[in-house]
């Protein structure tokens, strides 16, 4: 009862309906009456007591990675059954805070709904095959919701590189013998041979941890750890999906007042909640800001510590799948340098003789699941790049983003052409002295 799992606020008695109905919302302009509940004859007592259940619940599975469904095992995942729920907690005037679990479960259940995905059965650890469907409907509706709202900038660059990402999962579930090939560690260790004679010792140590691990444990990594590292990365998809994309769900059906709900209920802070007046606003450089700032939001606090967790796993093994990622992604906004292209290894080191060798290869000398790095990749690559898209571009850009994401998905497949890079890699390596 409310005198001892929440805050009593005035009692509303007159209230307009929340839309359940998915799809049309999608291509609507956001509405401006605040989120209300559905006034219900049918409640009675015993949905007061229902409602009493779910109450001040921890969102344990926020970050998605503690099994399948939503936030919390304890709440029902049907849509019909959490909008009567919210319905009576708003009713009943408890504060946002004592059901904030309630409304996240609703606006997740809100979303997949729309973007036609089973939210109980949703289970990343399943396997790429089990949620090839999961990624494809998941960042159609991303495209989709960039298509019809051009101010939702995240949404449609998240879409266009989440192909990237995807293509590289689809790899790793088909070809998880890649790291048993000889090839792919010895490569690694002729690189490591070269820097050792023309820097010595001293210069291996200046190399990337993650091409030093993979030289050290490239025959090791087995398909256990491949399939590990997919499911650590499918539950950042779906992590990023339920953060950020049940916000733009409630901005492009409720409109501004059901994201004031959510920051009411502490699902996020003022940054955040001022970054969607932004988008919001019309204005070109606050559309921009706005966007930048979700960006952060998803990169550095939604999946962060999952990145690190990732690159941590079994020591050198999660470091070099992680290094050998960054040196096969290759994103599909237009202009954006590969990321095996932005800073490049080149070291340097003064020799007994007093010469300076100087040594290049062309691979990163950075690793994308490290936030600091990835951010800095992001901030001067993917979001000017994408900016100029959509200012400046926009007819090229729809057309992309109506591809059909099946094809977009299968147009990104870079895992294979690892041996390749690191062949090419190789014979580019190269030494100067001064």
């Given at each position: 009862?409310?005198?001892?799992?929440?805050?009593?606020?005035?009692?509303?008695?007159?209230?307009?309906?929340?839309?359940?109905?998915?799809?049309?919302?999608?291509?609507?302009?956001?509405?401006?009456?605040?989120?209300?509940?559905?006034?219900?004859?049918?409640?009675?007592?015993?949905?007061?007591?229902?409602?009493?259940r779910y109450l001040n619940l921890p969102l344990v599975n926020r970050d998605m990675g503690q099994g399948p469904g939503g936030v919390n095992p304890a709440l029902p995942t049907d849509?019909?059954?959490?909008?009567?729920?919210?319905?009576?907690?708003?009713?009943?005037?408890?504060?946002?805070?004592?059901?904030?679990?309630?409304?996240?479960?609703?606006?997740?259940?809100?979303?997949?709904?729309?973007?036609?995905?089973?939210?109980?059965?949703?289970?990343?650890?399943?396997?790429?095959?089990?949620?090839?469907?999961?990624?494809?409907?998941?960042?159609?509706?991303?495209?989709?919701?960039?298509?019809?709202?051009?101010?939702?900038?995240?949404?449609?660059?998240?879409?266009?590189?989440?192909?990237?990402?995807?293509?590289g999962l689809l790899d790793f579930d088909l070809a998880t013998g890649i790291y048993s090939l000889p090839g792919i560690a010895n490569l690694a260790n002729q690189i490591v041979t070269?820097?050792?004679?023309?820097?010595?010792?001293?210069?291996?140590?200046?190399?990337?941890?993650?091409?030093?691990?993979?030289?050290?444990?490239?025959?090791?990594?087995?398909?256990?750890?491949?399939?590990?590292?997919?499911g650590q990365i499918l539950v950042m998809q779906k992590n990023i999906f339920g953060d950020l994309m049940t916000m733009h769900r409630a901005y492009v059906s409720k409109g501004l007042?059901?994201?004031?709900?959510?920051?009411?209920?502490?699902?996020?802070?003022?940054?955040?909640?001022?970054?969607?007046?932004?988008?919001?606003?019309?204005?070109?450089?606050?559309?921009?800001?706005?966007?930048?700032?979700?960006?952060?939001?998803?990169?550095?606090?939604?999946?962060?510590?999952?990145?690190?967790?990732?690159?941590?796993?079994?020591?050198?093994?999660?470091?070099?799948?992680?290094?050998?990622?960054?040196?096969?992604?290759?994103?599909?906004?237009?202009?954006?340098?590969?990321?095996?292209?932005?800073?490049?290894?080149?070291?340097?080191?003064?020799?007994?003789?007093?010469?300076?060798?100087?040594?290049?290869?062309?691979?990163?000398?950075?690793?994308?699941?490290?936030?600091?790095?990835?951010?800095?990749?992001?901030?001067?690559?993917?979001?000017?790049?994408?900016?100029?898209?959509?200012?400046?571009?926009?007819?090229?850009?729809?057309?992309?983003?109506?591809?059909?994401?099946?094809?977009?998905?299968?147009?990104?497949?870079?895992?294979?052409?690892?041996?390749?890079?690191?062949?090419?890699?190789?014979?580019?390596?190269?030494?100067?002295?001064?």
């Amino acid at each position: 009862m409310p005198g001892h799992t929440g805050h009593r606020i005035s009692r509303r008695t007159a209230l307009a309906g929340l839309g359940t109905a998915a799809a049309a919302l999608i291509l609507a302009p956001a509405a401006v009456a605040a989120p209300a509940a559905v006034t219900d004859t049918a409640v009675t007592d015993t949905a007061a007591t229902d409602v009493d259940r779910y109450l001040n619940l921890p969102l344990v599975n926020r970050d998605m990675g503690q099994g399948p469904g939503g936030v919390n095992p304890a709440l029902p995942t049907d849509l019909p059954t959490l909008t009567r729920l919210l319905d009576q907690a708003r009713r009943d005037g408890y504060a946002p805070t004592s059901y904030a679990a309630l409304l996240f479960q609703y606006w997740l259940a809100d979303t997949t709904q729309a973007a036609g995905i089973d939210l109980a059965r949703w289970d990343p650890r399943a396997g790429v095959a089990a949620n090839r469907e999961n990624l494809v409907k998941s960042y159609t509706f991303y495209e989709q919701l960039q298509l019809h709202h051009r101010e939702l900038q995240w949404a449609g660059m998240g879409g266009l590189v989440g192909a990237d990402f995807g293509g590289g999962l689809l790899d790793f579930d088909l070809a998880t013998g890649i790291y048993s090939l000889p090839g792919i560690a010895n490569l690694a260790n002729q690189i490591v041979t070269r820097v050792d004679g023309a820097l010595g010792p001293d210069g291996i140590a200046l190399l990337p941890e993650g091409l030093r691990a993979l030289a050290r444990a490239g025959q090791t990594i087995t398909p256990e750890d491949l399939r590990y590292i997919q499911g650590q990365i499918l539950v950042m998809q779906k992590n990023i999906f339920g953060d950020l994309m049940t916000m733009h769900r409630a901005y492009v059906s409720k409109g501004l007042p059901a994201l004031e709900e959510m920051q009411r209920a502490g699902l996020f802070g003022d940054n955040i909640m001022s970054a969607w007046r932004d988008i919001a606003s019309g204005n070109a450089d606050r559309i921009a800001n706005g966007n930048a700032v979700l960006l952060q939001r998803e990169q550095g606090v939604a999946i962060k510590a999952q990145w690190d967790q990732t690159r941590a796993y079994k020591g050198d093994v999660g470091e070099a799948i992680t290094y050998l990622s960054t040196v096969a992604g290759s994103p599909s906004v237009a202009g954006v340098l590969p990321p095996r292209q932005f800073h490049s290894v080149q070291i340097s080191r003064v020799l007994p003789d007093g010469r300076t060798a100087t040594l290049h290869t062309p691979l990163p000398d950075w690793n994308w699941s490290v936030y600091d790095q990835r951010w800095e990749y992001i901030t001067s690559q993917l979001l000017p790049k994408y900016k100029v898209m959509v200012n400046d571009h926009w007819p090229q850009l729809a057309a992309e983003l109506q591809v059909p994401y099946e094809q977009q998905l299968e147009g990104h497949r870079p895992i294979n052409n690892i041996p390749e890079i690191l062949q090419s890699a190789l014979a580019a390596t190269s030494v100067t002295y001064s």
